[in-house]
């Protein structure tokens, strides 16, 4: 064994077994709140807790039928849409604010301001302009994504080091290749942590949406059993969304670690 | 000679805060030229304003009063908005900080100077390449910043600079916060690459030794406010061996004399 092999084999070790307990933490926690919830269906019954079997059995029905991909489809149809509108809108945003302090300072409160409007509150007014297609959906689910992306891509912007902007500069570099090239770049932390926060958001902004005006998917079939009293329903319902968050945010994460992988593994960086 | 930089009579305050005074002037009256080819070196005690100085002449910061002159041209405003740092890529400049981006590697962080320049073609990626291997960076071409010592991003941040060959190079104590030994070899790594072009360089240190080591002249600035206290010619033949430079003849006597006027 050569030196420069040693303090790689040593590292290795604990870091294997810690990856194991974990993984062990995790099944463990897991289990235990199935316990639970199986434990909340013997005590309360199943038209108030419906029990994790029945609920797996529906969510599987529902995946043979062909039905839970249909809502899902039509769910993220809305989510996506909207994301991506209000996502772009966020980062655009800022970039072109981010030259003039005096458009930022007339612009910011506004937005700020305008933030505190209960957007579910909207949806009955905006059903009112937009009829009951998916457009008052996507209008809630814009405005929900749209103050989270661009407050984060804000801050990044401002927490961007001058000195990198000011060498580039130096250089002779053109405003828009500093704001591709060290902006963009520095602030794409920032702007991984709002995707991650805005995304389950637009779910649920979606859902809610589907509860009042819908044909389709996941936040319908919640809704319509709940108007059947179809505890196991909602349940599986619930479960479906929770997947799907679940999943985008593996694939939300994924991106981020192939985008920042210039940066120091996090191993490197335990506190 | 004639002077490539000339620096007429500059003054710098900073602009006052709401409700404050005007800040006293950081520089006053401050006059030096450089000739073309000319390594010099300013010392000064900490504080003495000379970032400032040299963010003056790059054109990052504006200045209160005075003329500065590249070329026989006045490049002088006091417009913070007309400010073109660099002016035209004329003038580089090596900070106190390498400012390396984290995310580039060794060699694409030299490679950005020529990117940004629309200048980047085989004849740049080769000469990046044959600095990259006069200041011992070879293999180290794929290293993030953070996987490099100090030492070598002091010298990714130098040949950075040097790849794209701006006739005059401002560096503000580029070696200031490595080891001695690193400091060294960087001055010898930087009297090497400027013996190969000659080029004009303006050497900011609060190091005696370090400007004796490296100028051709020293000027030594006063305290606040910051004029020019002395001139010196440094009357050591060049190539200069760095790290004998405490045992080379006229060394001891010119430390003297310097840094009787640094106060």
Same mark, same amino acid.
Do not use: C
């Given at each position: 064994?050569?030196?420069?092999?040693?303090?790689?084999?040593?590292?290795?070790?604990?870091?294997?077994?810690?990856?194991?307990?974990?993984?062990?933490?995790?099944?463990?926690?897991?289990?235990?709140?199935?316990?639970?919830?199986?434990?909340?269906?013997?005590?309360?019954?199943?038209?108030?807790?419906?029990?994790?079997?029945?609920?797996?059995?529906?969510?599987?029905?529902?995946?043979?039928?062909?039905?839970?991909?249909?809502?899902?489809?039509?769910?993220?149809?809305?989510?996506?849409?909207?994301?991506?509108?209000?996502?772009?809108?966020?980062?655009?945003?800022?970039?072109?604010?981010?030259?003039?302090?005096?458009?930022?300072?007339?612009?910011?409160?506004?937005?700020?301001?305008?933030?505190?409007?209960?957007?579910?509150?909207?949806?009955?007014?905006?059903?009112?302009?937009?009829?009951?297609?998916?457009?008052?959906?996507?209008?809630?689910?814009?405005?929900?994504?749209?103050?989270?992306?661009?407050?984060?891509?804000?801050?990044?912007?401002?927490?961007?080091?001058?000195?990198?902007?000011?060498?580039?500069?130096?250089?002779?570099?053109?405003?828009?290749?500093?704001?591709?090239?060290?902006?963009?770049?520095?602030?794409?932390?920032?702007?991984?942590?709002?995707?991650?926060?805005?995304?389950?958001?637009?779910?649920?902004?979606?859902?809610?949406?589907?509860?009042?005006?819908?044909?389709?998917?996941?936040?319908?079939?919640?809704?319509?059993?709940?108007?059947?009293?179809?505890?196991?329903?909602?349940?599986?319902?619930?479960?479906?969304?929770?997947?799907?968050?679940?999943?985008?945010?593996?694939?939300?994460?994924?991106?981020?670690?192939?985008?920042?992988?210039?940066?120091?593994?996090?191993?490197?960086?335990?506190? | 000679?004639?002077?490539?930089?000339? =620096?007429?009579?500059?003054?710098?305050?900073?602009?006052?805060?709401?409700?404050?005074?005007?800040? %006293?002037?950081?520089?006053?009256? +401050?006059?030096?030229?450089?000739?073309?080819?000319?390594?010099?070196? =300013?010392?000064?005690?900490?504080? *003495? @304003?000379?970032?400032? /100085? +040299?963010?003056?002449?790059?054109?990052?910061?504006?200045?209160?009063?005075?003329?500065? =002159?590249?070329? @026989?041209?006045?490049?002088?405003?006091?417009?913070?908005?007309?400010?073109?740092?660099?002016?035209?890529?004329?003038?580089?400049?090596?900070?106190?900080?390498?400012? +390396? /981006?984290?995310?580039?590697?060794?060699?694409?962080?030299? +490679?950005?100077?020529?990117?940004?320049?629309?200048?980047?073609?085989?004849? @740049?990626?080769?000469?990046?390449?044959?600095?990259?291997? *006069?200041? @011992? /960076?070879?293999?180290?071409?794929?290293?993030?910043?953070?996987?490099?010592?100090?030492?070598?991003?002091?010298?990714?941040?130098?040949?950075?600079?040097?790849?794209?060959?701006?006739?005059?190079?401002?560096?503000?104590?580029?070696?200031?916060?490595?080891?001695?030994?690193?400091?060294?070899?960087?001055?010898?790594?930087?009297?090497?690459?400027?013996?190969?072009?000659?080029?004009?360089?303006?050497?900011?240190?609060?190091?005696?030794?370090?400007?004796?080591?490296?100028?051709?002249?020293?000027?030594? /600035?006063?305290?606040?406010?910051?004029?020019?206290? *002395?001139?010196?010619?440094?009357?050591?033949?060049?190539?200069?061996?760095?790290?004998?430079?405490?045992?080379? %003849?006229?060394?001891? *006597?010119?430390?003297?004399?310097?840094?009787?006027?640094?106060?």
């Amino acid at each position: 064994m050569t030196d420069a092999t040693l303090p790689i084999d040593d590292a290795a070790e604990p870091a294997a077994s810690r990856k194991w307990l974990v993984y062990g933490g995790r099944v463990a926690l897991a289990l235990a709140l199935l316990a639970g919830w199986e434990y909340g269906a013997r005590a309360l019954g199943p038209l108030f807790f419906a029990p994790p079997l029945a609920t797996a059995e529906r969510v599987w029905t529902l995946a043979v039928s062909g039905q839970m991909f249909a809502d899902i489809a039509a769910t993220l149809r809305v989510a996506v849409a909207g994301f991506a509108i209000a996502g772009v809108a966020g980062v655009l945003l800022p970039f072109l604010l981010r030259r003039s302090p005096r458009a930022t300072e007339a612009v910011e409160p506004t937005v700020m301001f305008t933030m505190g409007i209960p957007k579910y509150a909207l949806a009955p007014w905006l059903i009112l302009w937009f009829g009951i297609g998916d457009m008052p959906k996507l209008v809630v689910v814009a405005l929900v994504v749209f103050y989270i992306v661009f407050i984060t891509t804000f801050a990044g912007i401002r927490g961007v080091d001058r000195r990198l902007i000011s060498m580039a500069r130096v250089l002779g570099a053109r405003e828009r290749t500093i704001s591709r090239e060290i902006i963009w770049t520095s602030l794409l932390p920032f702007f991984f942590t709002g995707l991650k926060i805005a995304f389950p958001r637009a779910v649920s902004a979606t859902i809610v949406g589907e509860f009042l005006v819908s044909t389709q998917g996941v936040g319908r079939y919640i809704e319509g059993a709940r108007q059947v009293s179809d505890t196991t329903g909602v349940f599986a319902g619930v479960l479906i969304a929770l997947a799907l968050v679940l999943i985008i945010n593996a694939l939300v994460n994924a991106i981020e670690a192939w985008a920042l992988r210039w940066r120091p593994v996090e191993r490197e960086m335990e506190l | 000679m004639t002077a490539l930089l000339e =620096i007429r009579k500059l003054g710098k305050r900073f602009p006052a805060r709401h409700g404050r005074e005007p800040s %006293p002037w950081v520089i006053q009256d +401050l006059s030096f030229s450089v000739a073309e080819g000319e390594l010099l070196t =300013i010392v000064g005690p900490s504080g *003495a @304003g000379k970032s400032t /100085l +040299l963010n003056i002449i790059a054109q990052t910061d504006t200045a209160s009063a005075g003329e500065i =002159i590249v070329d @026989g041209v006045p490049v002088t405003t006091r417009d913070p908005r007309a400010l073109k740092p660099g002016i035209d890529r004329r003038i580089g400049y090596v900070t106190q900080d390498d400012n +390396l /981006l984290p995310w580039r590697s060794t060699l694409d962080n030299v +490679l950005f100077a020529l990117e940004v320049q629309d200048r980047l073609d085989d004849t @740049g990626r080769a000469r990046a390449q044959a600095l990259i291997e *006069a200041v @011992g /960076l070879a293999g180290f071409e794929r290293y993030y910043p953070h996987e490099l010592s100090g030492g070598m991003r002091k010298r990714t941040a130098l040949i950075r600079t040097l790849v794209y060959d701006p006739p005059v190079i401002l560096m503000d104590e580029p070696f200031a916060a490595v080891d001695a030994q690193t400091r060294t070899q960087l001055q010898a790594d930087l009297l090497r690459l400027w013996e190969m072009g000659r080029k004009t360089i303006v050497f900011v240190t609060h190091d005696i030794t370090e400007a004796i080591a490296l100028g051709d002249r020293a000027l030594v /600035l006063s305290k606040q406010p910051s004029r020019i206290a *002395a001139e010196h010619i440094i009357p050591i033949p060049r190539p200069r061996n760095v790290k004998d430079i405490f045992a080379l %003849p006229g060394f001891a *006597a010119t430390y003297e004399k310097i840094r009787a006027d640094v106060q």
